[in-house]
């Protein structure tokens, strides 16, 4: 779509953010429209942090919302912001692999994605795509998807990585990206994880894209 703006998140578009989620996002998965993102940034330790609080009387949208504002505040979570002229229609979760809480020790799944790649150089890494529904399939998520691997070549990375589930049946909303859509720009599969030996529900691909 050739009037799509795409924008870093940074905190003064923390307002933006916010406004997406709260009315666009998860029209059609109203389940879901509590993350604000946050799981990603999340390992144990904070997930029992959001249980304290919620248990002591804080609904659980406010708590996520809340630990999304000082994660934006803070500099801790980063991507891209979609705009169809001054709307917020799409935002995808992108930063240095390292930065990802979730990656550190949660089961078999995040400690597969956390080795896979390790010592080879920095990687910005993709873990969530969320584009308004009637935006979805014209486009948005590859734009903001080759704006994170033109930013981080500049920045000095070495390789962006994606990482689609291997689901049991049908998923009508494959948040991390379809496989599909890492492939259409450029990304090859690097390894992948499911079956018996893999003590997760979903299965996990590797997507990599070299920059160097």
Known sequence: MSDITIKPLAPELAGDYFE???N???????????????????DRECE???????????DLR???RDAAAELIKAGALHGYLAYDGGVAVGFVNANDKTAYRRFDGNGARSLFVSENGRGGGRIKAIVCF???PEYRGKGVATAVLERICEDARQEGYCAVEGYPRIYQGHFDYPFNGPE????????VKADERSGADFSEEH??????????
Not at 51 to 58: D, L, S, T
Not at 180 to 187: H, I, P, S
Not at 203 to 212: D, T
């Open 20 to 22: 997406f989620f709260d």
């Open 24 to 42: 666009r996002a998860f029209t059609d998965h109203t389940e879901w429209s509590c993350c604000y993102c946050t799981y990603f940034h999340f």
């Open 48 to 58: 029992n942090e959001i249980g304290r609080i919620v248990k002591e009387g804080m």
């Open 62 to 64: 406010t708590a996520l």
């Open 130 to 132: 969320i584009i308004a």
């Open 180 to 187: 599909r859509l890492f492939e259409r720009a450029g990304f």
């Open 203 to 212: 299965g996990v691909i590797i997507m990599r894209k070299e920059l160097v």
